[in-house]
């Protein structure tokens, strides 16, 4: 017989005598918030559920846009003070993050995808504080500061789980009134509802902040040993960082599938990312997928880190829920090919490796690099037929990522997440700056930022952008913001303040790599300006549109793609700092367009590129680039020589011809 107090609206605590552990777990999982009666009206915002957004007609239509609840409005003047950092701030439609939302959404953006939500462990629900920061550009001072206060300050990313299925309460208004923060929680989805937007929730649930006894820990308090995962000694593994979960026994696979059905219905989440998804059976997360569907009366899309790593590592417990064990089941995992090959270097490097090793969009624009880019825009598609570098036409699993990983590893572009940034490492504006000469203007800075994103919207599958890299986003070179506070997070939608040259970033991930940033870090002119994070914008927007203005970038499965895309400029003649695909349309339901062209030039001259099967093809530049307002005016500088079949790509331009 165990007991735990419930607090229940409208009646106040109520102790529940259970005696089976797993209603136990369920029951402790919710007590900071509400157990029961998630449907009692003194939970339900005005006109709650009556704007639902519906399913995607197909999972690549998915855009979706990483966002930390505190980052989008803790700074906004435009948000009531009483709002900055909190859910209710997205119902503030007047403001400048809501009305930067919208904005994305009327371009194509369909998904807000928020780092967690539920209950944090590390953040103090009342009485956090703000440190104050001051100090030069290349100081130590504000990292100090942030350092010293990060324990009991208002931020943390959040992947430190206490309650599964509560909302966290420091996002909301009263973090004591337990209902409040479930009605302002569901009015924050209602919000981006209305304004055109699905809402997706960061999950945790391989592992939870503590376990034993300690005061945070939930689920190893109630039955030891059983909902964490233990090595061979009987001691808790960590290879997540935290105390990892067996999601591979029924009960905690139970609770985490119950949990992940409790957000879609009585939250309204549209869709999941989950954290280190690879640590998890594919079996357990293809049973929540069917749960979520079912609950939700339509597809509810999952995507996941599937990183292959830890005493799980190559299916040592069970078949992981990872990059090359996903394939067939639909789930989708973020793809490390074309994001490597596009930034340079891998998340591991430090020090000067950081600045050295090129992607294709910063100076390291070679052959390889170009084949690999193509993985990425054929969405990582195993199957799919390349000529590689070497002249040899190969399937791309057999073209090699890593050394020992196949690049191309999925089985239908539903299964692959394309990006350059997200939360974790250097935004794509920092890393740029330790890789490109010093000398290269704000503007130029810019337009590699543009081309970097283009990659990722011209990709087959789905479409991730970080909150901000439509924005130049800096963190002042931090490779992991976790902890780091407001001031290395900094997010402005207006583009008016910008995070670069805050000061070097806290000294525990960063201080081998101080020595090349303090440099940068001094150079005012490398920060952008109000009118170079527009241009930015302007154009992230502009090819948003691109992309949503026909589902020819959006192939909804792998013999579309197979037999609609095709590669120019391959093979060991090509010019490796042009990348230049053609999509056929003819024959597609909705295509719009009989085909499409496009050419990303990463050089600083311009190139011309040969479509031999397209001479005598006339061809239009895309209306986008034709309108008045175009963000972008050099893409017009573009040429088709229909005679020949040749495109000539400007220097450092993303560029789309079209046939209707």
Known sequence: MYLVDVFVPGVGVVRNRVTDP?????????????AVQLDHPSLRPAGWRSRRVPSLARATDQVIYELHVRD???????VPAAHRGKYLAFTDTASAGMQHLRRMARAGLTDVHLLPVFDIATIPEVGCTTPIVRGAPDSEQQQEAVVAQAATDCFNWGYDPLHYTVPEGSYASVASDYAARIREFRRMVQALNASGLRVGMDVVYNHTSASGQHPQSVLDRIVP??????????MVETSTCCANTATEHRMMAKLMIESAVTWVTQYGVSSFRFDLMGHQPRAVMEQLQRAVNRAAGHQVPLIGEGWNFGEVANGARFVQASQLSLNGSGIATFSDRARDAIRGGSPGDDGDAQAKNLGYVNGGATSTAADMVRVGLAGSLGSYRMQRADG?????SEIQYGGSQPAGYVASPT????YVENHDNLTLFDANVLKLPRHTTRDERARVQMLASALVLFSQGVAYLHAGQELLRSKSLDRNSFDSGDWFNSYDPTGAIHGFGRGLPPRRDNAKSWPIMRGPLADSSVVPTPANVRFMRDAVLDLLRIRTSTPLFRLSNTAQVVQRLRFANTGPTQEPTVVAAHIDGRGLPNARYAHVVYAVNADTVAHEVTVPWLAGTALQLHPVHLATDAADVRPRASTWSPSRGVLRVPPRTAVVWVRE
């Open 72 to 78: 989008f409005s803790v700074q906004d003047s435009t």
């Open 225 to 234: 040993g059983y909902y964490q995962r233990l090595d061979a000694a009987g």
């Open 392 to 396: 040899v036409i190969v399937p791309l």
């Open 22 to 34: 797993y209603a136990l777990a369920l029951t402790a999982n919710s007590a900071r918030s509400v």
């Open 415 to 418: 299964e692959v997440v394309n």
